[in-house]
């Protein structure tokens, strides 16, 4: 008996042994056990039905459970169907035995489904704002997921959840207008832990790829951190738009390639936090044009088009705080330069510095005479910064080449590119006729002091005496109210004279000169003076005097070998409109060229001799004249000496025509005339006069490098003519 139950126990065991080899390698295939699936995800939730197939059983012996695992199997809800690929899970046997089931854990392997059909789903099982805005956003893409579930001993999911999806092609729709296409991603969801790995996608041409992004749910608010790059891309205004919410006309071929980590928080109304920002871009090119004459004005060279070529960008965002730092060339027309910057956010300033090389384009700084030519290197350095209301302030500036240097400190700037302030500026350089300048304007207190060395003033006396004393003050500063005082040693007003211990002051309001006086002395000591004063009606007067004016007058080309004389000029002038006198005594000219041609074409062969030789001296010479905008009205040129006489007028429209006339007369023919007026022509002339040419009338018109002159004789002297000699003859 106890061989018999030997026998069966054995035979038993082996049957056991093979039968659980079998279930472990094979399994079983049943149906017995689906209803019992379907009656427990029913509890679970009314709405969820499932469609299962055959389920094959295979026993784990380890961990003393059967693994159960259905192929092909469907998820309903609520007329909503998911394709399965297979589900699988682990049962205890000890729950199997108590015809309850406990699942240790189970594996849910899908098709390929519809992302939005997924969130459809959610969506009805668990409404949520978060969820019908995806539902909005999302436009295509499907998914494959892999999830795995372990329960505890009463059925419930335990956290250590974990799903595998792959998305495919999906597409987003973001900012009504743009999308988001070609979605290619890996995910992995733990819980309250989300991976997303070899991300690939494409925003409206633009290609972008992640090799990871990590999420983290803590308290309803999502931690996310993870990398994102581009290789070289072209990269529409629109996009650009977007980002830096601009408008960007002007702004194109920009062509980039970048690599970017980043972290951010996003709370449940999507709203984004705490924003991290590290990225290096590769800036291959990027153009834009816009009319900027201000520009053109520095940089003759300008096209109206900056191109930047193969800039390295680092850029830092954190706590509303932007950092960039680059370096690359650009170039301004065909020539490419080199440049350095530093660019910083912090609240609502911007903080700024850079380092430019400039070598192949000119530089022009007009209102100083100032020139670097193309072919010559120079180094621009600065430092500043722009607040919220555009206003620019440079800490420092510099610009060096070769010997010429410029300082500048503490530079408040309009937005309109105008001076309000500024502590000093330091000028050493060579202006464009290779004159030395070392001057320095500084700022104590509410005035300004310009203290000198040497200085070259021929431009400022060219406009002065063009009646436009507030040239230059108007193109530098916005509104300028100051007292300027002036101390120069050596000033050079012209290219060869110069005056010693320069002294004065100007006062300016509201950008223009007010009052002025200034005084020097030349190496002659022969003096020069210059005084300009407002009235009430807000008249100007300017005074120019000089009783050594050969360097004053030697600036206009026409006129040679000037010596000795007086210059006495005064204008007033209100508004854009001023009338100027000038007056010159006791000089003489060695050469006018247009006066000799008339000379000889009057047949005055004797005095044309004489003007190109040892010269012709005048006692009086009087200017009158007017200037408005860049017409010069000519009212009365007098000019009466020895030998000669001149009256004309006219007007000169700058660089465009003259057109003079007038009455040229020997002091024979005048001397004759004035003789022949009964009384008054005894007193002045006496009874004796001299045999003596006809005067001439002559014409002079047209452009100023070809001027057409006409000459016609005179038989009889102008009234007007006589009525002038009389009154120098009376004043000599």
């Keep these: 008996m106890i061989r018999k139950f030997i026998n069966f126990l054995g035979l038993f065991l082996i049957l056991l042994f093979f039968s659980s080899i079998y279930l472990s390698y094979f399994g079983i295939e049943t149906k017995k056990f689906n209803q019992l699936i379907k009656d427990e995800i029913l509890k679970k939730d009314r709405n969820i039905n499932i469609n299962l197939k055959k389920v094959k059983i295979i026993l784990d012996i380890k961990s003393f459970s059967l693994n159960i695992k259905t192929i092909k199997p469907e998820i309903l809800y609520k007329n909503n169907k998911i394709k399965l690929n297979s589900i699988s899970s682990n049962f205890s046997l000890n729950s199997f035995f108590n015809k309850k089931i406990y699942k240790d854990d189970l594996n849910i392997k899908t098709e390929e489904i519809k992302i939005k059909d997924i969130i459809s789903i959610i969506k009805k099982h668990s409404p949520s704002i978060q969820l019908i805005i995806l539902e909005k956003i999302i436009k295509g893409g499907s998914a494959v997921a892999d999830i795995n579930i372990n329960f505890n001993d009463r059925g419930e999911i335990k956290k250590d959840y974990e799903l595998n999806i792959l998305i495919k092609d999906g597409s987003i729709k973001i900012l009504n207008t743009k999308r988001i296409k ?7 969801i733990k819980d309250k832990y989300y991976s997303l790995n070899n991300i690939d996608l494409n925003f409206d041409g633009l290609k972008f790829f992640s090799k990871s992004i990590n999420i983290k749910e803590k308290n309803k608010i999502f931690f996310i951190d993870g990398d994102i790059n581009n290789n070289n891309s ?15 006309d002007g702004l194109e071929n920009v062509n980039l ?26 800036l291959n090119s990027l153009s834009y044009s816009k009319n900027l004459p201000e520009l053109k004005k520095i940089l003759p060279n300008f096209n109206n088009k900056i191109k930047l070529i193969n800039h390295t960008i680092n850029l830092t965002f954190q706590k509303n705080q932007i950092s960039i730092d ?16 530093n660019l910083e956010k912090k609240e609502n300033d911007y903080l700024f510095k850079s380092k430019i090389n400039i070598k192949d384009n000119p530089i022009l700084i007009e209102f100083i005479d100032y020139q670097k030519k193309s072919k010559i290197s120079s180094e621009i350095k600065f430092e500043g910064a722009i607040n919220k209301n555009q206003k620019l302030y440079l800490n420092n500036f510099s610009f060096i080449e070769n010997k010429n240097k410029i300082y500048i400190k503490g530079l408040d700037i309009h937005k309109n590119f105008k001076i309000n302030s500024v502590k000093e500026i330091s000028l050493d350089f060579f202006n464009d006729k290779k004159k030395q300048n070392i001057i320095k304007f500084k700022k104590d207190k509410k005035n300004y002091e310009i203290d000198g060395k040497i200085f070259d003033a021929t431009k400022l006396i060219n406009n002065i005496l063009e009646s436009d004393n507030n040239n230059g003050l108007s193109i530098i500063f916005d509104n300028l109210n100051t007292n300027i005082n002036i101390k120069i040693d050596k000033t050079f007003i012209d290219q060869i004279s110069h005056t010693d211990n320069l002294r004065g002051n100007i006062k300016i309001i509201n950008n223009e000169i007010s009052k002025l006086n200034l005084i020097s002395n030349f190496s002659n000591n022969k003096k020069i003076t210059l005084t300009i004063n407002t009235n009430e009606d807000n008249e100007k007067t300017t005074t120019l005097f000089s009783n050594y004016p050969k360097p004053l007058v030697n600036r206009y080309k026409f006129i040679k070998g000037f010596e000795e004389g007086v210059l006495d000029f005064q204008s007033t002038k209100k508004g854009n409109v001023s009338k100027s006198i000038l ?21 005055l062969q004797g005095i044309a001799d004489l003007l190109t030789g040892e010269g012709i001296r005048f006692t009086d010479f009087e200017m009158k004249f007017s ?29 465009k025509l003259i057109s003079l006339r007038g009455t040229l007369v020997p002091a024979r023919t005048i001397n004759r005339t004035i003789a022949s007026i009964p009384l008054i022509g005894k007193v002045l002339v006496g009874e004796k006069t001299g045999e003596g040419v006809f005067g001439v009338s002559f014409k002079i018109k047209g452009p100023p490098k070809d001027l057409k002159t006409t000459v016609n ?20």
């Design 627 to 655: 200037n408005e905008d860049n017409l010069m009205k000519i009212e009365e040129i007098y000019a009466i000496g020895p030998a000669i006489s001149i009256m004309m007028n006219g007007y000169i429209e700058s660089e």
């Design 182 to 188: 070609n979605i290619n991603l890996k995910m992995n």
């Design 234 to 248: 072209n990269i529409k205004n629109e996009i650009l738009s977007l980002i830096l919410n601009d408008n960007l």
């Design 583 to 603: 007056n010159i005594d006791n000089f003489k000219v060695k050469e006018v060229p247009v006066l000799a041609k008339l000379l000889s074409l009057a047949s």
């Design 713 to 732: 004789p005179v038989k009889t002297l102008t009234p007007r003519f006589i009525t002038r000699t009389l009154e120098k003859i009376k004043k000599n």
């Design 326 to 341: 680059g370096k690359g060339t650009f170039s301004i027309n065909k020539d490419n330069e080199f440049i350095e910057y």
């Design 257 to 282: 390639n970048s690599e970017s980590i980043f972290s951010f928080n996003l709370n449940k109304k999507f709203k984004i936090n705490n924003l991290k920002l590290q990225t290096n871009i590769g």
